[in-house]
């Protein structure tokens, strides 16, 4: 089945610029989606077809998608963006697979 | 607005059985695919079923196929997930979710998640 690989945590000073990676044989070739999960809360949907973002989610938050990368930046980090976040996509053999999270910690 | 309330969750022992409910507001629950995902303490997130706008076509994980059963009533506004035979390691918060399907400009086809529930949590064991 297929596998989407994150780093465990990304640790980022308030101001800086965090990047997350999601990785996957050829995860260009699909469409990622990334979701945020603070503590004790649900995932709220961030980034979805690889780069958009739905309404209510700040500028600061931006993706790309290549070859067996695929990237979330969140700029000018604040401290409410410190959370779990998950990347995701869908294909018709694995159905819906989800990143391994990364926690992002805001110093 | 969209709200989803999850409710049913419960502590019961393994080979045990437990029905979830989540109530749609806020949109037309009958133009929605569906789905249920769960997250293990301490854990990530895992797909565990979906359903389409009219109930006639689901799918499973491997991990629950033919233990767990998705179903909704679009009259009642209402998705469920019947949960038999249960495992220790089915203990999670089970979250409900409307689900999207598209294509992305580059064109590939595709399914997100932009409505979550808050989740109801079900623990197996003994």
């Known amino acids: 089945s297929y596998v989407l690989t994150q780093p465990p945590s990304v640790s980022v000073a308030p101001g800086k610029t965090a990047t997350i990676t999601c990785g996957g044989n050829?995860?260009?070739?699909?469409?990622v989606h990334w979701y945020q999960q603070r503590p004790g809360q649900a995932p709220v949907l961030v980034i979805y077809y690889d780069g958009a973002r739905p309404s209510g989610i700040p500028e600061r938050f931006s993706a790309s998608n290549s070859g067996n990368t695929a990237t979330l930046t969140i700029s000018r980090v604040e401290a409410g963006d410190e959370a779990d976040y998950f990347c995701?996509?869908?294909?018709?053999?694995?159905?819906?697979?989800f990143g391994t999270g990364t926690t992002v910690t805001v110093l | 607005q969209v709200q989803l309330v999850e409710s049913g969750g419960a502590s019961v022992k393994p080979g045990g059985s437990l029905r979830l409910s989540c109530a749609a507001s806020g949109f037309t629950l009958s133009d929605s695919y569906m789905t249920w995902v769960r997250q293990a303490p301490g854990k990530g997130l895992e797909w565990v079923s979906d359903?389409?706008?009219?109930?006639?076509?689901?799918s499973y994980a491997d991990s629950v196929k033919g233990r767990f059963t998705i179903s909704r009533d679009n009259v009642r506004n209402s998705l469920h997930l019947q949960l038999t035979r249960l495992r220790a390691e089915d203990t999670a918060v089970y979250y409900c979710?409307?689900?999207?399907?598209?294509?992305?400009?580059?064109?590939?086809?595709?399914?997100?998640?932009?409505?979550w529930g808050q989740g109801t949590l079900v623990t197996v064991s003994s």
């Open positions: 995701q996509l869908w294909d018709s053999s694995s159905h819906y697979v």
């Open positions: 359903i389409n706008s009219r109930g006639g076509r689901t």
């Open positions: 050829n995860i260009g070739s699909k469409s």
């Open positions: 979710a409307r689900e999207i399907a598209g294509y992305s400009s580059s064109g590939h086809e595709t399914r997100y998640f932009d409505q």
